[in-house]
């Protein structure tokens, strides 16, 4: 992560549970209802350098069955890709050998934001949110959530690079009644430069009962390779990850609300997308992508009319007054900071996972490791694929996202917090996506930001309790408290 000292001029800052079928949705489609903003195969075409892909025609059964998950492995991409190969068995042979987190993994895949955003709060404020959400006292906060829900969308792009999933078997393509596309090229129609048509993936079995419909969680492997109940009306490509999309768009739009808990909520996130990793259904590029697509959708909604004063402003305050009220009640303090020190909820007591892997080397245990966890899922140990040390490069609208954590900072300056936080330029996607494969927000929004008697912003620090704004003498706003008017 880049941290540095910054000089610009800015104003002064002011001193200052188990959920019923009833408060689930149904999954977004990923191709429909883009939202405006930046065209997601654009921002994600770097990926072309290492793949050729073929022109996709779902037109009829025969045009899917003869164009679907076609292309060839460039020259430079063998190298790439054989890293996505390498890390997606890994991280998949591990998870499959954990049983708890597999079983996660699944009902990640059933798209249900109460379970994936369910553990993110630790477990006092967890159990106080999803009984609220439960119980139909927090409408306003369920509705901005499911808005990220709404904008999971990846656009074109997964049928623009018709990548093929990592988990594709030859058998299915000689299988009489299955009659599928075979393995990852296509049985010999690809170039994959020497890489492995089929791949070592552990497929985890369907089990657990989902909450909405009753059914076992299940990773859909048929379904995606086009071989399942519905035939190839199922059948989808890999890259971008749209369940990383719907994961980031969830936990993001969360985060805006409880801006003390972000880095613990949009970790979750992350996980939610390396375990479509786990599960063997996506490789790590198609998370990475699927990271930077949920970001855009997040921030080009925050900057969409009067989304944040009309949706966002109202949800905020309804769901930190419940869970000051739920606090009170139980003896953790009067207001939210007090009881999330009390209850440890940005630290030991917030989320935690026990899982590692290749990527994730430790346990996610307090604050520290899980913005450890965050960082290396932003790379998932790829070299740099382009320049790297470019000068800092926010993308437009990326400074909604820190709204609510830094209500009394500007847009310009919002974006000088998002610049001194992002990693390094030239990882994978980079090149093409205008600064959000760099966008690290839970450094930036558990940052302390210092500035000047003259306004002057000279310091962000990463990693603190709360996110907050103090002038250079101490003064200025409390870390925790985030009173400023949105």
Known sequence: ?????????????????????????????FAEDTPPGPDRTELLSEFSDWWNAAEY????????????????????????????????????????????????ALEDADMIWTETLGDSLGPVLSEYFLEGVEEGKLPQTSAAIETGEDNASTGDAKTDFNFPRPFLQTEDKDDKEKDGVGDRSRNGENDLKGLEPQLD????????TRPDDGEPHTAEYDGMAGVGEEGLDDL?????????TFAYGISLQLAELLPELAPEIITRGSEAGNNRIVLGVHYPLDVIGGRISGHV???????????????LTPAREELVGYLEDRCEADGHGDTLADCIEDTDANDAGGYTNDFT?????????????????????????????????????????????????????????????????????????????????RINLPAALSAKVTVNGAGDVVDVEPGQDAPSVVTEDGAGQVPGSLTGSL
């Open 297 to 311: 959708n997040t921030a080009t909604q925050l900057a969409d009319g009067d989304y944040i004063d009309s949706t």
């Open 201 to 208: 993936i552990d497929r985890i079995p369907d089990q657990g």
């Open 357 to 437: 892997d290749e990527v994730s080397t430790e346990p996610v245990t307090d604050r520290d490791s899980a913005l450890t966890a965050y960082e290396s899922r932003m790379t998932y140990g790829f070299d740099q694929t382009s320049e790297g040390g470019q000068d800092a490069r926010v993308p437009e609208n990326a400074e909604k996202l820190l709204v609510t954590a830094f209500p009394d900072l500007t847009d310009e300056q919002r974006r000088e917090v998002l610049a001194a936080t992002e990693i390094d330029s030239g990882y994978p996607l980079d090149a093409s996506s205008d600064g959000w494969a």
């Open 57 to 104: 025609d779902d037109s009829d059964d025969e045009s899917i069955l003869s164009t679907a998950f076609k292309g060839d492995v460039t020259d430079a991409g063998a190298d790439v890709l054989a890293h996505n190969d390498e890390y997606v068995q890994a991280i998949n042979n591990a998870g499959a050998a954990d049983p708890d987190q597999a079983l996660r």
């Open 236 to 244: 989808n490509q890999a890259f971008p990850s749209g369940h990383t």
């Open 1 to 29: 992560m880049r941290t540095r000292s910054l000089t610009l001029a800015i104003a002064p800052v002011l001193t200052t549970v188990v959920v019923s079928a009833s408060v689930l949705s149904t999954a977004p489609a």
